[in-house]
């Protein structure tokens, strides 16, 4: 493969335009399915040439988040219903986190020596942008069902109408900026890290208030 495919290939790898056309079908998908965890349907691993699956994967889990933390706001949650959503949502911002930095992973990977270490350094990364395009889905999603509602009181209508607007123009700004950002990566002027989050609370050998636990017990 000559350098000019090269450059083709990781040209059409990342499209802002594909990745909001998936998110927005898959939220969708789910919505309608009666799938418990949308993060277990998707494959566990994605073959190398196949980064939109990774992104979808990477969705799934931002939306099981999404509402597992809807269960925690019910009216009438018991204290276990608490505490059962607690430890899913902890395990599955892990994930959402982990799979962020696995589609910067792979987009390293597959950049290898063409990025370029003098170019300027962008502190948010691909994975980072493709998270919040992610809620930012699902924000557009829900908005839209509160519009249809029929039960909704004086002003709803009008309030999430503008809402909706403001989503729409984010969401256009985000995926501008993420395509931007590819092109500058590809063209040498930018470059960008994997930064790992290294979050604590779900390592109990860094956690006071579980290893703390097991020496009083």
Known sequence: MTERNDKTSLA?????????????EATALWHQETV????????????????????????????????TEDEARRPGATNADLARVKRTIDSTNQLR???????????????GEQLRE????????????????????????HTKEEIKRT???????????????ILRIQR???????????????????RFKLYRQLKMYNDPTLNPSVYGAKKQG
């Not at 059409?12 to 909001?20: D, K, P």
Request: one cysteine or more.
């Open 151 to 165: 039960d909704a009181p004086p002003g709803h209508w009008e309030r999430n109408q503008q809402r909706l607007e």
């Open 36 to 67: 418990e965890n949308p993060v277990e349907a998707q494959p566990a691993t994605c073959p190398a040439e196949d980064f939109l699956a990774l992104v979808r994967r990477q969705h799934a889990s931002n939306f099981l988040l999404w509402h």
């Open 12 to 24: 059409s790898l990342l499209s802002a335009g594909r990745i909001v056309l998936m998110q927005d």
């Open 172 to 190: 256009t700004d985000l995926s501008h900026c993420l395509d931007r950002l590819w092109q500058q990566i590809l063209a040498g002027e930018r």
């Open 118 to 141: 003098a170019a300027e350094l962008h502190s948010e990364t691909p994975g980072m942008m493709m998270d919040r395009l992610s809620i930012l889905a699902l924000r557009i999603f």
């Open 97 to 111: 986190n982990d799979l962020a930095e696995q589609c910067d992973q792979f987009l390293l990977d597959q950049l």
